[in-house]
């Protein structure tokens, strides 16, 4: 810790969230009345405040952590185009978007962040960070400047549904200035009420303790579910393809690879992708069983898929933080959920928030397989609202997630024998979400949305052989469920890869349409007996196990467009390597053949050069602005969405104009002060307490052990035409010791957009070097910012040192 009087303020630290504080002399004011007209946000207070006991005011100085969730523009073409992008026959079918491209054309702008920024800041609340797609602002307080930022009071409540358990939350709607009416969607992590929970069941014997887990695999292994739903039958295993888990827990990999063992499966280890600082694979905790269970049946599936275990807090917080960061980093092609709460019991301005990243993941071509929940129709019969209310299950509920009910399923050896409804099967009528209009078909009446989509086997008394925490379990629920679609998907994306055509994206338009079609009886298994508490199975869909089961290679023929009767095939001539300079204008004309007669080409293309882009007939044109080494695909499509690629490398150097220089001044702080940097008190430090890695001066953040906001930020210009690379060197110690929680955060922005983070749980000995490409920022003036946030005990220290924007 620092040697300095802010280390005082230690003393003065703020109680756990989960305690509750009566009679505090710092008690919260209510907020002041401001002379600028406010707008309510509604449906910003968790539904559990009308039922449950006040206890008293939140302390004043209680630090909270608060998403600002912004709203998406031209949200009409936005609709449409997500219509047309899954609709065979449209010039825009499997033409799927960037990240970048998604928010230039529908995200918050840059003026709508600097915007609400500016006021957050103005309100005394911190900005920790701004996700990538600019649709999510999150900012720390204390409970008063929250208040006052938000005309709310925070309170402390007992909710007596939940044997008495403590939470905080706002007691009124919370509300922003009229001019930020039109850009602010809503506020988040103003209560702490809502927790996602598993969807994974296991076998009584096994919930009552009866027997231990096992010494050898008792449950379906992937022999018996891959063969029962014909998986085995693509012709593929994943390779190439990559799937996001989506988790509030950890794993071991010894366990994962135990299992790989087992069944003789080999491919890429699963890795863990921390959000908001979390991770839990050091010591994983009662979710460890639903993590494990997720992976190893993706596995099971799809063996050579890659698997990126995204690990956020369970909060609403870090739910919308892991949806924003999944579409932003847009590493995968299929998304798998296993984690959710009931729809009446989880605040609706969070379900937006996350629901609008969702539309992000349609719109870049990612399916997404949610859960549908293990409580039948009754989803609430575990929290707040309880077994009386019927209620589905979010994220499932989601139009842009397919909701994966359950059966019980029998075999015959490893073939398909039967199925019936597993009896407890999440499904129903959501109340958040209007029906979409691919729903159809369904034979329910009705303005909502219902789920599940799809189903397969989830009972526990038909389980899977799952090995976790040192042994052989046997689980079942949506949650082995929804990874079984999931893998199936990756599946799918390798044989449609190979075909020349585009991955399945949004997978309900196309589900329905095989579903309400001829094709229906050979592609699905259509479950007809058994029922949950308020619906029973019928022929075709129903809200037990929605169109049924799959039936896997005929269903993938259906969707390839490859079943009876064959498809079109469409060849792309591939060009060859290409090369050009920066700032140097191309013209390359691409052409195509299609063995059907009369059809119009439309192309697509990905990875282009910077500044490229490509017509609908086929040319590539435009001036090369960031030198570098371009994989680009190209791809054609016809009328009836059938579709050929070729991919070829297109090499950018760079011109005379660009001479390699590093930008930052002051770049190792070896002056002894901070020009040209613009930085907090005694951020530029020569102290012996933290070493420099060369010379003896650096830049300290935090190390305070005290809530303590430290930052370094310097403006340069990236000449046009050139590739530019961040490199810095961080050292992080602390005194925390947990090894799941991030207490302490530094975040990288540049021109307020975070390129990296890091927490106290990312301590390290000594310094290691970090880089970013910073290319797309060619012709451009940049702010650099570092921004250490500490809170009130247990200090951190974030050093950097020796810094560099080299351009090539």
Known sequence: MRPRSLALASALAVLPLTVVSLGVSTAQAAPAPQATSRVTLQNTVTPAVARSQKQGDLPADRTLSVSVNLKLRNTADLDRFLTAVSTPGTAEYGHYLTPA?????????EADVAQVRAYLTGQGLTVDSVSANRQVVNVRGTAAQVAKAFGTHESSYSDPQQGGRTFFANDAAASVPAELAGVVEGISGLDNHTVRTTRIAQPQSQVAGASAPHAAPSGLGPAQYDGAYNLGKLGTDGTGTTVALW???????????????????????????????????????????EVELDSEIVRGVAPKATQLVYEAPNSDQGEIDMAAQIVSDNRVSVVSISWGSCEPDTTASSMTAVNNSFKQAAAQGISIFSASGDDGSRDCTRSTSGSGVKAVDFPASSPYNTGVGGTNLKLSGNTYSSESAWSTAGGGVSTQFAKPSWQTGTGVSGTMRTVPDVSSDADPASGFAIYSAGGWQVYGGTSAAAPLWSGYTALYNQKAAAAGKSVLGEANPKLYAVANSSSYSTTFHDVTTG????????????????????????????????????????????????????????????????SASGQTLTYSASGLPT???????????GTPTAAGTYTVTVTATDTTGAGGSATFTWTIGGTSGCTPAQLLGNAGFETGSATPWTTTSGVVDNSASEAAHGGSWKAWLNGYGSAHTDSASQTVTIPAGCKATLSYWLHIDTAETSTTTAYDKLTVTVNGTTVASYSNLNKNTGYAQKTVDLSAYAGQ??????????????????????????TS
């Open 101 to 109: 491209q998604f928010t230039a054309l529908y995200g918050p702008t």
């Open 247 to 289: 988790e509030f827990d950890g794993y071991q990999s010894s366990n994962l690879s135990t299992y790989n063992s087992q069944f003789g499966l080999s491919g890429p280890a699963a890795s863990t992708v921390s959000v908001d600082g979390a991770n839990y694979d050091s010591a994983p905790g009662d979710g460890q069983g």
């Open 531 to 594: 029922k949950n508490q308020d619906f029973s199975t019928k022929a075709g869909y129903d809200q037990v196990t929605g169109w049924g089961t799959p039936v896997g290679d005929a269903l993938a023929n259906a969707l390839l467009g490859t079943g009876t009767g064959g498809g079109n095939t469409v060849t792309v001539t591939n060009p060859g390597s290409q090369s050009g300079t920066t700032g140097t204008a191309v013209s390359l004309q691409l052409s195509a053949t299609d």
């Open 611 to 621: 500044g490229l882009s490509i017509s609908s007939t086929g040319l590539i044109s």
């Open 781 to 806: 003036s940049v702010t650099l910012k570092f921004n250490g946030v500490e809170d009130s005990s247990l200090q951190t220290s974030f050093v950097i040192d020796d810094t560099a924007i080299q």
